[in-house]
C-alpha cells in the first residue's frame, strides 16, 4: 500500500477564446485567480513566455510554482487549445478547476484526467 503523494488535474481546453489566449496579463490574472479558488499558496511570481519557432506550437508557456508543487499551461495558438497540468500534494478538487479554466478562456470543448500520485 502506497501513501498519496499528489493529485494531478491534466485538461485540455478546445476551441478557446483567440484573444484570451494570446494575452499575457490575463493569462497571469486567471492563473492566480485559480490558486486563490483551490487555496494554493503561489511561491513567487507567475512565469510566462511567449515562443515557438513553428506556427504549430507557438504561443504562451505559463510556469506558476505553489508551496505544494506547481501549475503549467501551455497556449498553443494556431488550434486555439490550451494544456494544464495542476500537480499538488494537497488534495483539490478537479471540477471547480475545469468549470472555472474553461469559462475563463470560453473554451467549448475540453477533456481530462485526474491521478493520484503516489
Same mark, same amino acid.
Given at each position: 500500500?502506497?501513501?498519496?503523494?499528489?493529485?494531478?488535474?491534466?485538461? @485540455?481546453?478546445?476551441? *478557446? @477564446?483567440?484573444?484570451?489566449?494570446?494575452?499575457?496579463? %490575463? $493569462?497571469? @490574472?486567471? &492563473? !492566480?485567480?485559480?490558486?486563490?479558488? $483551490?487555496?494554493?499558496?503561489?511561491?513567487?511570481? *507567475? $512565469?510566462?513566455?511567449? %515562443?515557438?519557432?513553428?506556427?504549430?506550437?507557438?504561443?504562451?508557456?505559463?510556469?506558476?510554482? !505553489?508551496?505544494?508543487?506547481?501549475? &503549467? =499551461?501551455?497556449?498553443?495558438?494556431?488550434? @486555439?487549445? &490550451?494544456? %494544464?497540468?495542476? %500537480?499538488? *500534494?494537497?488534495?483539490?478538487?478537479?471540477?471547480?478547476?475545469?468549470? #472555472?479554466?474553461?469559462? =475563463?478562456?470560453?473554451?467549448?470543448?475540453?477533456?481530462?484526467? #485526474?491521478? !493520484?500520485?503516489?
Amino acid at each position: 500500500m502506497y501513501k498519496v503523494f499528489g493529485y494531478h488535474l491534466v485538461l @485540455n481546453l478546445y476551441e *478557446c @477564446n483567440p484573444e484570451k489566449l494570446k494575452d499575457g496579463e %490575463f $493569462i497571469k @490574472n486567471t &492563473i !492566480i485567480q485559480l490558486c486563490d479558488l $483551490i487555496k494554493m499558496k503561489r511561491y513567487g511570481d *507567475c $512565469i510566462l513566455e511567449h %515562443f515557438g519557432e513553428s506556427e504549430d506550437v507557438k504561443g504562451y508557456t505559463a510556469v506558476q510554482l !505553489i508551496e505544494t508543487s506547481n501549475i &503549467i =499551461a501551455h497556449f498553443v495558438e494556431k488550434t @486555439n487549445k &490550451i494544456f %494544464f497540468d495542476v %500537480f499538488s *500534494c494537497k488534495d483539490f478538487e478537479s471540477e471547480p478547476v475545469i468549470q #472555472f479554466l474553461k469559462e =475563463a478562456f470560453e473554451a467549448k470543448e475540453y477533456s481530462y484526467s #485526474f491521478l !493520484i500520485r503516489d
